[in-house]
């Protein structure tokens, strides 16, 4: 077990993420049992969860004549357009019925402004509206951060440049992570992090 400082942050490990998901990453689910052994090693364990309203503005089919994968202009930056996925109360926002959440301290939802997406655990897609979570670690004493989860080049790789931003020891351990890697984006983000002080294992 690490010290107190030290948290888990497990993102987005969701149905609709996994194999048979309406955003599946190619082998998502075959991080879970690793990722359920990891959680006995931290004090603090976080889970995230991506969790839409109906017709929200990341979806294409919010979005006339766009097709998924494509970008649009938000007021925010350039945003991607996804298939619908993990709507609220849906199957596929629900965890992966075999990730041991039992032992999380901290569920934390993101995404469920209709006109503003939530990559990032700390931060929506404008980089300024908190998720909250940064006063739960720092309330916590916790200085350590460590990511698994999906998507490497989206989610996580947000999160972890967030919370290097923030001043948290950031590592991203990949063998605990998948990517989407759309046009590339995996790459991007490998670079991005290591920019950001993210270290990569
Ligand atoms: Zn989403």
Redesign the pocket.
Known sequence: MRDATHALIVI?VQN?FCPGGA?AVADGDAIIAPINAALAEYPVKVFTQ???PVG?S?FATSHTGKAPFETTEMPYGTQVL?PD??EQGSNGAAFHPDLNTTPGDLVIR??FRPQI???SAFFENDRITPTGLEGYLRTRGVTHLTLVGLATDF?VAYSAIDGATLGFDVTVDTTLCRAIDLDGSLQVALDQMKAAGVTLV
């Open positions: 987005d609709d955003l991506d969790w839409h929200h990341s996804w996925h993990c993101k995404g997406d939530s990559y989610c």
